[in-house]
C-alpha cells in the first residue's frame, strides 16, 4: 500500500493532467455525500491512509485543539482554502495543465499541512479541518435534516 501512495503522488507530480481526476473524484464523493457522509474520509482518502500507515509511527498523538472542532473555524479554514484554490486558478496560464497542476499543488500543500499537524497532534488532526470532509459532512447533514 505504501508503495501505491508513493507512485500515484510521483504520477500526478510528472502528468499534470491527472490532477482533472482529483476534481471529478471530488465531484463524485460530494455527491456521495448525501447519502453516506463523510464515506469518502473514512474508508477511501488516500491522505488519510497516508497518515494512518506512516505518520502514525510519528505522530506525539496529542489533543486537537479544540478551536478545529468548531463550526466556524472549519468554515473560516474552508473559505480561506477555497479563497487560495481561486485565486491558483485565477493566476494560471489557463491551460489544460496548469489548470489540472492547480488541483495536484492543493493535494501536495494540503498534505504537507496534514504532516505539519500530525506530527505534534494526532495524526489525522488534517481530517478534522479538511475542507473536502467539511463540505461532506454539511452535505450529508442535509439528508438528515430532509427526513
Known sequence: ??????????????LPLLGYLV???MLFFLSLSYFKGRFWCSR???????????????????KIPKIFLKFWF???F?????????????????????IGFVFVRM????????VILGIPLRERSW?????MGTLQAKIGSLKRHNN
Open 74 to 76: 472549519k468554515w473560516l
Open 44 to 62: 477511501l482518502c488516500p491522505r488519510g491512509a497516508f497518515l494512518d500507515l506512516i505518520l502514525s509511527k510519528f505522530s506525539l498523538r496529542n
Open 127 to 131: 481530517c478534522a479541518i479538511c475542507p
Open 78 to 98: 474552508f473559505a480561506l482554502f477555497m479563497a487560495f484554490f481561486v485565486l491558483q486558478l485565477i493566476l494560471s496560464q489557463k491551460t489544460p495543465v496548469a
Open 107 to 114: 493535494c501536495i500543500i494540503t498534505t504537507i499541512i496534514a
Open 23 to 25: 476534481f471529478f473524484m
Open 1 to 14: 500500500m505504501n508503495t501505491r501512495i508513493i507512485l500515484q503522488a510521483i504520477m500526478v507530480w510528472f
